[in-house]
């Protein structure tokens, strides 16, 4: 059978079982990114059905769903709130890196995988994964409330940490010198800070640009600054989503309102291939000798997640409900963590972090969401007694 057929037939597929799963979900009350992962698991490698010709088809639509979930949670705010936002929570954002990275640092030293796997395995645990919680405050109806700028500020803190974080990681990896490293953390820095001091002082011209009466027009221009953007982040040794998300800061008002309508049912079909692909990346015959010490690392990481949720929005000044809310939404992992791993392995790290952080992502990735949902009521209750 010729090979565009294939794809076809694989992609198909893959979207038709999608849209079953999640008009399940919708039945049932869940988010449907679980049954995304479970689905990703068996269409991967060791799952019941591996796909044979569409998995980088589907990996580059992963990425495009990246960029679109974190360009639409953009819009939500302008460039001035998010520095105002930072510069409020850069207290909480020091003790969210200090109370996540411990766990997966400790633990590896704990294994005696040595230092350089203790600082991958630090950002395993740390980083929060951006598009799991986007989808989740969006789903839940999250978006408007007051907590969620302190969550956002922290994730873009957490993104804002990557970008000096991965250049010093792959430089010990590559055991390159201490000038060579503090090059390629310079030029991340640099980079983040010129995309968000164009976000702030020149708004308006991107805006102006940007606009347009049509739809058709509006989408294209909007879409495909994103990826420029993004690509040149990707270059630059900074992350793809950090400068999509810059993106939609720097567009605000009508024109933001417009294209979040217009980029909603692309950002939902993109996003639901994003979790099938991480789920397509994980063998589930090599997570099981490690899933006790995975639950045991995610149980330790969902208290230390919840106690930065609960205290940034304390310092914020938000009601005992809104911080759980907090601190539940910080919980998923994903698409940083897998990078962070992938590069550990692939420098030879220690064979067993791969696995280790496999199982420990796909148990928050998948927990995250549900928890969130569970809560709900009881969240809802504590709301009703003015806590």
Known sequence: MHHTAILFLEFGAVLLGLGILGALALRVGISPIPLYLIAGLAFGTGGIVPLATSEEFIATGAELGVILLLLTLGLEYNADELVTSLKGNARA??????????????????????????????????????????????????????????????????????AVYLPVLTAMLAGLSLAGGAVTVAIALATVSVVLLVALRYGRFIEAFVSSPNSEVLLLKV???????AGIAQHLQVSAAVGAFLVGIALSGELAEDAQAL??????????????????????AKILPVAGLAAALALVSMATKLLTGVYAARRAGIARAGRIRAGIALIPRGEFNIVIAGLAVAAGAHPDLGPLAAAYVLILAAFGPLAARLVQPFITRIAARGA
């Not at 879409?223 to 953007?229: D, F, R």
Request: proline content about 5%.
């Open 223 to 229: 879409v495909g600054l994103a990826l420029l953007v």
């Open 93 to 162: 954002g020091i003790v969210d890196l200090v109370l996540n990275a411990a766990p997966g640092a400790v633990c590896a030293l704990l294994l005696g995988w040595g230092p350089v796997a203790a600082v991958a395995m630090a950002g395993v645990t740390y980083a929060t994964s951006s598009g799991i919680t986007a989808k989740v405050l969006s789903d839940l109806g999250w978006i408007g409330n007051r907590e969620t700028p302190v969550v956002l500020s922290l994730l873009v803190f957490e993104d804002l940490t990557m």
């Open 263 to 284: 980029l909603a049912p692309l950002r939902d079909l993109f996003a639901a291939v994003f979790f099938v692909f991480f789920g397509l990346q994980t063998d589930p």
